[in-house]
C-alpha cells in the first residue's frame, strides 16, 4: 500500500533563512514523487517531480527536494524563505497505477 | 494556455439540496480527474475519466455523487441529495497522459458548504 506522511502539519520561518518540509512516503513499487504547493484562492501548482531520474530535484521558485530511497524521504529544501513563499504544500506519490495520494499538508509561515 | 477552470469558486446550499459542480480540463487533455478535500483531512482522490469513460471511480464516497464527461470535454459532479459531510473543496485535474511521470493540472477548487 502507499501513504505519505508530512511530518509537519505548521512551520514557521523568518524571510531569509531556510526552508525544510518533511515528507516521507511508503510504497510498494517505484513510485514518482512530487511536491505541489497552494497559495490562497489558487490551484495546486506543480513545484518539482522526481520520476526515477536524479535523485536531487529542482524545481521552480528556488525549491529543490532529495528523492533518498533508504530513507523513504523527499523533504522540501530552500535555501532563503521568502515572504511569497508563505503557502501550503502537499506532498504526493504516484505509482504506476495512476493511483495519486496526498500527504496531509504543510501550511508554511513567513516572518518579516 | 488557459489552465484548468471550475465553477462556481463557492457554492453553500442547505442539507437535502443538489449542487453541480463544474470543471472545464486544458484543452486537449483526455484525462480529467476529480479530487475532495474535507476540512482538515487529506485530498482524497474521486475519480478519473479518460475522454468520457470513467478509468476509476474507486474514490466515489457514495451514489448520492454523480461524475459526467459528455463528448469528453468539462465534466460535472453532481451531490444529489447534499449531507453535511459533503463540505470541502473539490478539484479537478487533467493530463494529457495518465500516470507517471505526467504531470496533473489543478484547477482553484470550489469549496462547498452544506449547511
Known amino acids: 500500500a502507499q501513504s505519505v506522511t508530512q511530518l509537519d502539519s505548521h512551520v514557521s520561518v523568518s524571510e531569509g533563512t531556510p526552508v525544510l518540509l518533511r515528507c516521507n512516503y511508503s510504497s510498494s513499487y517505484s513510485p514518482s514523487l512530487f511536491w505541489y504547493v497552494q497559495h490562497p484562492n489558487k490551484g495546486l501548482q506543480l513545484l518539482l517531480k522526481y520520476t526515477s531520474a536524479a535523485t536531487l530535484v529542482k524545481g521552480i521558485n528556488g525549491f529543490e527536494a532529495e528523492f533518498k530511497k533508504s530513507e523513504t524521504s523527499f523533504h522540501l529544501t530552500k535555501p532563503s524563505a521568502h515572504m511569497s513563499d508563505a503557502a501550503e504544500y502537499f506532498c504526493?506519490?504516484?505509482?504506476?497505477?495512476?493511483?495519486?495520494?496526498f500527504g496531509a499538508g504543510t501550511r508554511l509561515f513567513v516572518k518579516a | 494556455e488557459a489552465g484548468v477552470t471550475q465553477f462556481p469558486s463557492h457554492s453553500v446550499i442547505e442539507k437535502g439540496q443538489t449542487v453541480t459542480l463544474r470543471c472545464d480540463p486544458i484543452s486537449g487533455h483526455d484525462n480529467l480527474y476529480w479530487y475532495r478535500r474535507v476540512m482538515g483531512k487529506e485530498i482524497k482522490f474521486l475519480l478519473h475519466f479518460v475522454k468520457e469513460s470513467k478509468q476509476d471511480e474507486s474514490g466515489m464516497p457514495n451514489n448520492r455523487f454523480l461524475a459526467e464527461r459528455t463528448g469528453g470535454t468539462y465534466s460535472t459532479l453532481k451531490v444529489q441529495p447534499a449531507e453535511l459531510e459533503d463540505s470541502g473543496v473539490y478539484f479537478c485535474?487533467?493530463?494529457?497522459?495518465?500516470?507517471?511521470?505526467?504531470?496533473?493540472?489543478f484547477g482553484p477548487g470550489t469549496r462547498l458548504t452544506v449547511t
Open positions: 485535474a487533467s493530463s494529457q497522459e495518465a500516470g507517471n511521470p505526467y504531470e496533473q493540472y
Open positions: 504526493v506519490v504516484r505509482t504506476g497505477g495512476f493511483k495519486t495520494i
